[in-house]
């Protein structure tokens, strides 16, 4: 059997052991095809215990999916986008009852931010801000939010904790993923529309607007891969707010939105906190010390003695670096970039 390597190779203790490296995009070419297939028998289907830890998480992606159907079905475009980020709030409490992990003050102000921004917009909704269709059950969308923003949180903090606790590449966990979604999906479209399908086909109503969200899902999938890769939280956070306001000038274009005061406030913080929270900790840190030198710093009001000669003048160059007042800003920045 062939123990996976976190580094993507494998420890052969049989013939059927392959590089792990055969599993990376663009070296599926027509000499190791077979070396793949092995691989994939190997990872998959000989290691099925492992495999299996990812049918709890498939599961709630799945359902989750779903339930962002339902809720885009009941609420403004702009309304879903602003609420979805509750999924914010869930991840943190479940990385900490989970992971045991720990988040600073600023983090936690972020999310009640958050949580209030969120409220305040689906008080407007509430109150009936802007005529919408009569189709639309707001009531039915908040809970369809909430609950896909429980289903993303659990999930992803459990789908971290197998890649941590294991040695399969992030590749594989996401095929192994893929193919438990893809039989979950196919079970709960011939339970609620085998007859359908049985009569009229697999892709009845594929209209070219269904297309295009299929392959905007599946680009924005990639996507999301290469921005955690190549870019840091502070440009994921611009990009989270980026969405919210590109929601909000489609909604309006395409369905009327009306953008009242309350909304653009609970927007406005639900922006702001996601902004804060994506703040590096070096970097928060480097705000409240610079903060707080600000406040207590004032003209020097220390008079020299009469008759005595005046001290000498410390030189711009100090010996000891750290104790520069806009330094440790900028060292904070070099070790977090």
């Given amino acids: 059997m062939a123990a996976v390597g976190s580094g993507g190779s494998t420890a052969a203790a ?4 392959v590089s792990a490296g055969a599993l990376e995009p663009g070296t599926a070419s027509a000499g190791n095809v077979k070396h793949l297939a092995l691989f994939l028998h190997e990872a998959v289907l000989v290691q099925y215990v492992d495999t299996l830890k990812l049918a709890v998480p498939s599961l709630i992606y799945t359902l989750q999916n779903n339930l962002q159907y339902v809720a885009i079905s ?23 009852l989970m992971l045991n992990r720990s988040l600073s003050r600023l983090q936690w102000a972020s999310l009640l931010l958050l949580f209030t921004g969120v409220a305040i917009v689906q008080a407007q909704q509430a109150g009936g801000g802007g005529p919408r269709p009569l189709d639309q059950n707001p009531g039915a969308g908040l809970a369809a939010v909430v609950a896909s923003c429980l289903s993303s949180g659990f999930a992803g903090v459990y789908f971290e904790k197998i890649l941590k606790g294991s040695s399969g590449s992030v590749w594989l966990r996401n095929l192994q ?16 529309e085998g007859t359908a399908v049985a009569r009229r086909g697999f892709f009845f109503g594929y209209t070219p607007a269904v297309w295009g969200v299929v392959l905007n899902q599946a680009f924005g999938g990639l996507l999301v891969a290469v921005v955690v890769k190549y870019a840091d939280n502070i440009l994921k956070g611009f990009a989270t707010s980026l969405s919210i306001l ?12 009306h953008v009242d005061p309350l909304f653009a406030l609970g927007a406005g913080l639900v922006i702001g906190a996601v902004y804060l929270y994506s703040l590096p900790r070096g970097a928060a840190k480097a705000i409240a010390s ?20 005046p001290p000498p003048k410390l030189s711009s160059h100090r010996g000891d670096l750290s104790t520069e007042p806009f330094l440790p800003k900028l060292l904070t920045k070099v070790k977090g970039s």
């Avoid at 000038?249 to 009327?256: C, D, E, M, P």
């Fill in 14 to 17: 049989g013939p059927g052991a």
């Fill in 246 to 257: 590109l929601s909000t000038v489609a909604s309006i274009r395409l369905f009327g939105f």
């Fill in 290 to 309: 610079t903060s707080a030198s600000t406040s207590t710093s004032g003209p020097c009001t220390h008079q020299q003695p009469p008759g005595q000669p």
């Fill in 74 to 96: 009941n609420l403004p475009a702009a309304t879903f986008q602003v609420t979805y980020q509750l999924k914010i709030l869930t991840t943190a409490l479940f990385s900490v």
């Fill in 177 to 192: 993923l893929g193919l438990f979604g893809t039989a979950l999906g196919l079970v709960g479209l011939w339970w609620a």
